[in-house]
C-alpha cells in the first residue's frame, strides 16, 4: 500500500500510524508515534485550507506560550505531493475529561470545573493584535443563522418563546472587549492526566469573539455531564465576581445555539439531528422558554 505521508519531513521515524474517528472536525487525524519515543497528532486537510490552517498553526503557537498544559505546535507544511496541509501537534496524555467526569464525586468534579475555568481565564488573556479584530461583530451572522433555522425543515414546535427572545436581545451580544477564544472548550476537548493536571486539544475552531460566547457549551455539552464542573468552571473564570450581564448575554447564546444546533447537524444525519433537539428541549426546560435568565442547574 502506498505511504500517503511520504513526504512529511521526519515520516521515516514513524512506528505506529492510528487513524483517530472522534470528533466533528473535517480534519482527518491521526495518532503518531516515533521510534524515538515521540507521541503526536497529525491533522490533514485539503490545500485549499491552506491559509486556514497556516493561521491555525500560528494560533497554536500563540496558545503556546501560556503555562497550560496543551497540544504544543511541532511542524506545519504540505503533503499528499501538494494536494494536502498537515500540522504535526504533541499528543496531549491523559483520559478525555467527558469519559471521566460522570464518575467523580461532585466535589471533584467541581474541582476540575475550578481547574478548567482558570485556564479558559489564561487562554483570554493573551494580547489581541489589531490585525486579528473582527470589522464586525458576530450579531450579523447570529441574526442569518438564525433566519437558516426558521426557513428550515428542521423546525421545532414550540420555538416560538425562544425566538422572540433572541429577536428582542440578539444586540446585546458583544458587550465585551474581545478576545482570542479557543471556540470550543467544554470536557470533550479536555484530557485528565493521571496527575489530575487538565490538557487542552482541539484549537481548530478558535476565533476572536465575545468571551461569554466561550460558554454556550456547557449547556450543550458540559451540564449533561456534571453540574458542579459547570458551576466551578463559571465560578473560577470570574473569581467568584460574576458579573450581572453574564447570564442574561450566555442566555441568548445558549437560545441561539438550541435552536441553529438542530440546523448545523442536518449534515451530520438524522442521530445528531435528534440529539440536538433533546439538548435544545433541555435548554426549554431549564430556561423556562427563556423566562428566566439563570438556568436552573445553576445553584450559587
Not at 458583544?174 to 493536571?197: A, E, M, T
Not at 435544545?280 to 427563556?290: K, L, P, T, V
Amino acid at each position: 500500500m502506498q505511504d500517503i505521508f511520504f513526504d512529511i519531513p521526519g515520516r521515516d521515524s514513524w512506528e505506529q500510524v492510528r487513524k483517530v474517528s472522534k470528533g466533528w472536525s473535517s480534519d482527518e487525524k491521526y495518532e503518531i508515534r516515533t521510534k524515538q519515543g515521540e507521541h503526536l497528532l497529525l491533522r490533514v486537510s485539503d490545500v485549499r485550507n491552506l491559509e486556514e490552517k497556516k493561521k491555525e498553526f500560528q494560533m497554536i503557537q500563540k496558545f503556546n506560550s501560556l503555562d497550560v498544559r496543551m497540544s504544543q505546535a511541532v511542524s506545519f507544511g504540505t503533503c499528499k505531493e501538494g494536494k494536502c496541509v498537515y500540522m504535526l501537534l504533541s499528543w496531549v496524555e491523559g483520559d478525555d475529561l467527558e469519559d471521566v467526569l460522570p464518575f467523580l464525586s461532585k466535589e471533584a468534579q467541581y474541582e476540575l470545573g475550578w481547574k478548567a475555568g482558570k485556564i479558559l481565564k489564561k487562554i483570554h488573556s493573551i494580547p489581541l493584535e489589531q490585525e486579528d479584530i473582527p470589522k464586525e461583530t458576530k450579531i450579523p451572522k447570529k441574526k442569518r443563522q438564525l433566519a437558516s433555522y426558521l426557513e428550515s425543515d428542521v423546525r421545532i414546535p414550540g420555538d416560538e418563546a425562544a425566538v422572540r427572545f433572541l429577536e428582542a436581545h440578539m444586540d446585546e451580544i458583544w458587550s465585551v472587549p474581545p478576545v482570542y477564544l479557543h471556540g470550543d472548550f467544554h470536557p470533550g476537548n479536555l484530557v485528565i492526566g493521571k496527575d489530575g493536571q487538565i490538557g487542552v486539544i482541539d484549537f481548530n475552531r478558535w476565533e476572536v469573539g465575545d468571551p461569554y460566547e466561550e460558554f454556550y457549551k456547557l449547556q450543550s455539552f458540559g451540564k449533561e455531564l456534571s453540574i458542579p464542573y459547570c458551576i466551578g468552571e463559571i465560578e473560577a473564570y470570574f473569581d467568584h465576581e460574576i458579573p450581572k450581564s453574564f447570564f442574561s448575554i450566555l442566555a441568548v447564546y445558549v437560545a441561539h445555539a438550541s435552536l441553529y444546533s438542530i440546523k448545523w447537524a442536518e449534515k451530520f444525519g438524522e442521530e445528531d439531528v435528534a440529539g440536538m433537539v433533546k439538548r435544545c428541549r433541555a435548554a426549554f426546560e431549564d430556561y423556562d422558554d427563556f423566562t428566566r435568565m439563570i438556568p436552573k442547574w445553576y445553584q450559587y
